[in-house]
């Protein structure tokens, strides 16, 4: 995947400056893709060119002229093009990991260390995301909102960055009671 196609789902909700456009990244696309603002106005100006999206311009009073941007027919159909494809698993990547899996030669305490601050940083993100959720909900039981919302993708893939997190969250303590189990068990041996 690619940032212009996570760019072009974030534009169906509409015509959005690029100002916009971030903080819809961090707080809702951010569970699955990431993206520095920098990277997000190159690709834009890419996608313009492209002519996958429109921008036009709005002179604002006390504030700078800003640069509205929508998808073209263009951008649809790329859009549509990339639903029908096949998409491959994801692949984890972590640092953290490669450090867990050396914790037996390593440095044990550093690496709890580590588990310790992930796991403040998933509890974040699972308070962040149950608030979003439940400004999506707004009163609403789940299935209310799913059988009247006119889109359903950004609830879904919320959900699904919500699991994520709350697994980092069980992942993180069991590997800290291991990790200190094994400590105290060492520790008596010596």
Known sequence: MSLRNAV??????????GYDLTKVFDASVANFWICTPQQLYRELDRMESDGLITARTVEQERRPTKRLFSLTEEGLEELTR????????????????????????????????????????????????????????????????????????????????????RDNVRWCARSLT???????????AE
Do not use: C, N
Request: charged share 35%.
């Open 178 to 188: 291991v990790l200190e189990r094994r400590g105290a068990r060492l520790d008596a």
């Open 82 to 165: 990339f639903t029908a494809a096949q998409h491959k698993p994801t692949a984890i990547r972590d640092e953290l990991l490669v450090a867990v899996l050396a914790v037996d030669s390593g440095d044990a305490e550093a690496v709890k260390a580590s588990i310790r601050e992930r796991k403040r940083w998933a509890e974040a993100k699972v308070e962040r995301y149950e608030r979003l959720r439940a400004r999506f909900l707004d009163g609403r039981t789940e299935e209310e909102f799913l059988a009247t919302a006119e889109r359903v993708g950004p609830y879904l893939t919320l959900l699904r960055g919500l699991s994520f997190e």
């Open 8 to 17: 072009m789902a974030a534009l169906l909700d509409g015509e959005s400056s």
